[in-house]
């Protein structure tokens, strides 16, 4: 499963129902798993978000469904990005391009 990141900020409707029923967050964590994700970690933050989520999904597809189902509440503004974890992008950096050669940082450089 991918990794997503997804910073949301409540909108005035979302603060209102949030503060009358706190319990929204969980209930809103298990829709995001009945259409085929999981919520990895949640946070309230301060500053420009109200809410940082490490979510795993399938695909871009489920992922996006999700953001569209969520905003279309009217609640929340979504901002998501695909993350990945720290050892893939060593690695991915560490493995040439296909069809290309590595060459030294010094190579070509005149002196």
Known sequence: MASYI??????????????????????????VEAMGARVRAQYAVLGSYDFVNVIDAPSNEVMARIVMELGARGTIKVTTMP????????????????????SSPDEGASG
Do not use: C, H, W, Y
Not at 7 to 30: C, H, I, Y
Not at 94 to 99: C, D, V, W
């Open 6 to 31: 997804m910073l949301s900020t409540l909108t005035d409707e979302g603060r209102k129902t949030l503060k009358e029923r706190p319990d929204r967050l969980q209930a809103v964590n298990k829709e």
């Open 83 to 102: 993350a990945m974890p720290i050892d893939e992008f060593v690695e991915m950096l560490s493995t040439p391009l296909e069809g290309s050669t590595k």
